[in-house]
């Protein structure tokens, strides 16, 4: 009796690994299919010493604050939201986006 009880144990965790890969695979034909929206950024080297607005913080999120000095609100700052962000040492070759 318990060696069953011990099979349908490992088959009931068996069985929601199963299901949790298979939640995660139809999101991602989902995703594919209704060609959800990405957004990546690729910041530029600064250029201009004269420029009126900078990135002030680069997020691991995917998040950037521009730090403007001709807007007043909120201190000039501006959050933005992406996928990902690429940084000023990134190259213009495909890259690994996964």
Known sequence: MRNIVQELSAATVGYQTVVKENI??????????????????????????????TIDIIGKDG???????LKHQKDGREVFQSDRVFGPTATQGTPNLS
């Open 24 to 53: 995660n695979l139809y999101n991602r034909v989902q995703d594919l299919k209704v060609g959800n929206i990405r957004v990546y950024y690729r910041i530029r080297p600064v250029f201009s010493v004269g420029a009126n607005s």
């Open 63 to 69: 998040s950037i604050v521009i730090f403007d000095l």
